[in-house]
């Protein structure tokens, strides 16, 4: 009994040590002015809509409000992480600092997987996989598939919000999310009806798809034909390739 009350005693008092430890470098790093600021951005996608030096002047409002030389705490350093994940293109942002009270800056960014193209090029936006508009950017132009309506018309601004846009959003996370297609999409087409059409990088073949449903299935058809038809007859042979109808390739 009383070597475990002492047992208890010691782990309290080693509790009670490391807690007074971490208050100390906790209040002793808060009085330390800022000596560096370090910018992380995620970048697995090789995107670059955003800088450290865009983040930089992010944090310090272009430099209205300097951070080196300050003592940022809590609430201080929420706001420049709402600051950081109010621009378009940071889906994350963490800011905090360490024990010699230098402030990180730790950032992932949104990217976009299409671009909605516009008769007037200097309105196109980007859709990011949540179906949310993403400005276009001059550090950066992403290669993703475009999407209109026939004949090039604008899609409205809020097509993607409702239950045909969440379709058409599937069909472009699925190009999006398979290197192959996201490499073969070129140009999307989406009728007024929500049917589906396409260009391609390689070969003349307009793919006609149909409504955005059974898109892995039909995606496997258009997959045959590239295996079976162009290595036999050619890749102009076919002008038009309809994977739309269950079980079958029409190609005229």
Known sequence: MH???????????????????????AVRQAHRP???????????FD????????????????????????RPEGPRLRELEARLAAHPFVRTAQVYRDLSGDLHADVTQNRPIARLTHPDARLDTYVDAAGQPLPLSPLYTARVATVARPGGAALPADFFQDSTGQRCLGFLRFVDEHPFW???????IIGADGRLSFTQQVGDQ???FGPPDNIPEKFAKLMVFYRQIPSVLGWDTYHRVNVEYQNQIICE
């Open 206 to 208: 307009r793919v006609e």
């Open 182 to 188: 996201r490499a073969q999409v070129a140009e999307v």
């Open 47 to 70: 995107n670059y809509f955003i800088s450290e030096r865009g983040v930089t002047a992010l944090l310090t409002k272009g430099g209205q409000e300097p951070v080196l030389g300050t």
């Open 34 to 44: 800022v000596g560096a600021v370090d910018v992380r951005i995620a970048n697995e």
């Open 3 to 25: 070597r475990t009350v002492r047992n208890f005693s010691v782990v309290f008092v080693c509790l009670l040590v490391l807690g007074g430890l971490g208050v100390f470098a």
